[in-house]
Each structure stands twice: as C-alpha cells, then as structure tokens.
C-alpha cells in the first residue's frame, strides 16, 4: 500500500514539474515581442521596428544593416564591382542572415559620385512574415497580430485598400532629413489564420524633397539603356549589360529569355493545332530551337525619348519577323499529310493516348516542313508606337511590355 502511494505521489510531482515546465515555456515564447516592444514608442509613423531583437529605422544606410551580421544574397556574381550612379536606385536583391533568413531592399545612391550598394541608402524594405524573422513594430505588433489590432494601435491608415478580406493600408511619415516615407502593412482579416500579419514594407517615396530618383533608370540615356538591355535579354539572350546594369542574377536574366522562348515555342505548337502536353520533351524542344532562331531575328529601334522630371515619353519602331506568315501554307501541308496517313480512321473510337501519338505524329511532319523557314525569315515593315513614361513605377508598365512583346513576335 505504502509503495502504490509512493508512486502515485511521485507521479504526481512529475505531472506538476512538466506542467510548470510548459507554462513556462508558454510564458518564454513570446517574452521577445515584450522585449522588442519596449524598445521603441507606440508611433508607426517613426520608421522604427525592432528585428531579431535590434532596433531599426527606415531609411538607414545598407552599411548599417552588413555591420550587424546581413549579408548581399550570393547569387549576384557582380556584387564586388557593381556600382550606381548618384540619383539611381537599385533593383530588389535580397539580405540573408546567419539563419538564411532573408529580407528584400532596394538601395539608392544619395552622393554625388558611383557608389557600391554597401555605401547607399535602403530605400526599400520587404519582410514577409513567410520567414521566422522576429519582427515587432511599435505597441507589439507582430506577425500574430490581426488588423483589428493594428486598427487599435495605429489609427485609421493614410491609405486602406483593404479589400475581400485582407486588411492592406499605408502610413506615411517624413523624417527628419525630409525623406517621405510609406510603411505598407499587410494582413489576413479573418478568424482562422494561424499568423494573419502577411508582410510589411517601407519605402522612400518619388516624392522627397531630396530629389527626384528613379526606380530603374537615370535621364535619357539611362532609360534607353534600361529598355534597350531588357529586350536584348529577351529575345535575343544577351545579359552582360542587364545583369551589370540592374544588379541581377545571370539566372534571373536567363528566366526572362527561357520565357520567350518557351512563350514562343508554345504559341508555334499551339497554333499548329498540336497538343503541347501529348509530345515528348525532345519534339518540344526542337519547337524551343526555332523559338531562339526566330527570336534572334527580331529587331527594334528606340527612334526619340525624352524625360521631364519623373515621366517621359518614348517613341520606338518594332520590327517582328514574317516566319508566321512563311509557315501557314507548310502547316496547311501538314495537315493534308497527317489525313492522307490516317484516312479511314474512326476519329471517335480513338483512346487517349492513340490521340497523343497523332499529336505527336503531326509534331515531326509539321518541324520536317518549318525547320528551314527560319532562315528565309525577313522582317516585316516596323510597327512605329509610343508610351508614356513612369521613372517611379518602372518605366513601363506591365500592359506596355506585353503589348511589345506580341508586337515582336507578331501574336497580335
């Protein structure tokens, strides 16, 4: 009897020993928020947050950041010799930590003479709340917190464009070297969301004081070498001045022609009336093939372009090339021959992958007959068009690089 108390007691003690283990592991857990909070004021509007448990404040040099353990992603192999010109800002690359933990900044040279990142300003700050980066904002805000929250702390936003259940709004502050700033907080605004605080962003806006910069280029020659470099990225796979000029990856100058490339090939197998998804990877690829060959071919010439202030206005002739034209009676050709191999087939009885080996089947006879119609391809009268202009939006919008896109590859 004496022994069953014994362990029941001892039982007992175990039980209470975890249990006062776990409460003070849940009264730990969160003690950084606590921590981070006391750090800083109870104003959004001060650029202030507090980072794996430092203080922060938008804008601060990028040398600030590298001094306290961040690191330029090594993916950018010109990260030793690149350098801005005075007034540009950089395109997004990304700071990791000694956990791999990252952050997403653009940079802008303030001084008068070319500077490398390090010696730039971050005029651009994106954390998502993807990484376990502790982040706390002033009152406590953090990635728990929902917008209800962040309603109760800061005010009503300067701007909210909350919209179908995700809380989005922005507040703006000027500090004290008249740099007008924006702080854009992000949030799911629901009740089942484990961590509905999405991601935070600070960033200098094109309207400071101090001077007109712009997001991609600089002036006119700047902006004719942005557009110029993003093309020939493009389409004809050539990415020495966009990877030194943009400070990108080799691998993201890359993606932007294995694009093209792969748009272009798809639309030819598309247009031929071919199933992409019944052919082997090797017909694909040689469709990819005479996607590169057409695409070397196209041509464009920037004609007149001139900058006042942030925007501008660009007057550009495209030249796409006429192998659509060139292909239409060889496809045509193409079909007749796939009926003459299969005439007396019940369309109706055929199974799936039956079907596919016709696909496929069409491939080889259609790539037989266009392969050599890349050489005979000429370029057509050039299309003469004009855009506005955004230095602080990049350059060009998105509906404005599309429409060249088609223009070039005479998808229209």
Not at 115 to 125: D, F, I, N, T, W
Not at 275 to 280: I, R, S
């Amino acid at each position: 009897m004496k022994k069953l108390l014994l362990m029941i007691l001892c039982a007992a003690l175990c039980f209470q020993m975890t249990a006062c283990g776990l409460n003070g592991d849940i009264l730990q857990k969160d003690k950084w928020i606590e921590e981070g909070a006391a750090q800083l004021g109870g104003e959004i509007r001060s650029g202030e947050f507090v980072l794996e448990g430092e203080v922060y404040t938008f804008p601060m040099p990028l040398s600030d950041w590298l001094d306290r353990g961040w690191h330029i992603s090594n993916s950018y192999d010109n990260k030793d010799s690149f350098k801005l010109e005075p007034g540009y800002e950089s395109t997004e690359f990304e700071l990791f930590n000694e956990e791999d933990e990252y952050v997403r900044v653009r940079v802008l040279n303030t001084s008068d003479k070319d500077a490398k990142p390090e010696g730039c300003l971050v005029s651009y700050l994106y954390i998502s709340t993807t990484q376990d980066l502790k982040f706390v904002l002033p009152t406590g805000i953090n990635k728990s917190s929902k917008p209800a929250d962040i309603r109760a702390a800061y005010g009503d936003p300067d701007i909210d464009e909350s919209d179908n259940g995700f809380f989005k709004a922005y507040y703006n502050y000027t500090t004290e070297d008249d740099w007008e700033c924006q702080i854009e907080l992000g949030a799911f605004d629901n009740d089942y969301t484990i961590d509905p605080f999405s991601s935070m962003s600070f960033q200098i806006n094109s309207s400071s004081e101090w001077a007109v910069f712009y997001e991609n280029a600089s002036g006119e020659d700047g902006c004719r070498s942005y557009i110029n470099s993003t093309l020939n990225s493009a389409f004809h796979g050539d990415f020495s001045e966009y990877v030194e000029k943009h400070f990108s990856t080799q691998e993201e100058a890359e993606a932007l022609y294995e694009y093209e490339v792969n748009y272009y090939a798809s639309y030819l197998i598309d247009y031929a009336g071919i199933n992409e998804e019944a052919l082997d990877e090797a017909t694909v690829e040689e469709f990819r093939e005479i996607a590169r060959q057409v695409l070397a071919k196209t041509k464009w010439e920037i004609t007149d372009l001139s900058v006042t202030g942030e925007h501008g206005k660009l007057d550009i002739d495209l030249y796409p090339t006429d192998y659509i034209d060139r292909i239409d009676d060889d496809l045509d050709q193409a079909v007749s021959e796939l009926q003459t191999r299969y005439a007396g087939v019940d369309a109706d009885s055929l199974t799936e992958s039956q079907v596919a080996e016709i696909d496929q089947v069409l491939a080889e006879i259609v790539l037989d007959a266009i392969r050599d119609r890349v050489e005979e391809t000429q370029l057509q009268e050039p299309i003469s068009k004009w855009y506005f202009l955004n230095y602080s939006e990049g350059i060009l919008g998105n509906d404005e690089w599309e429409e060249i896109d088609s223009i070039l590859l005479d998808i229209m």
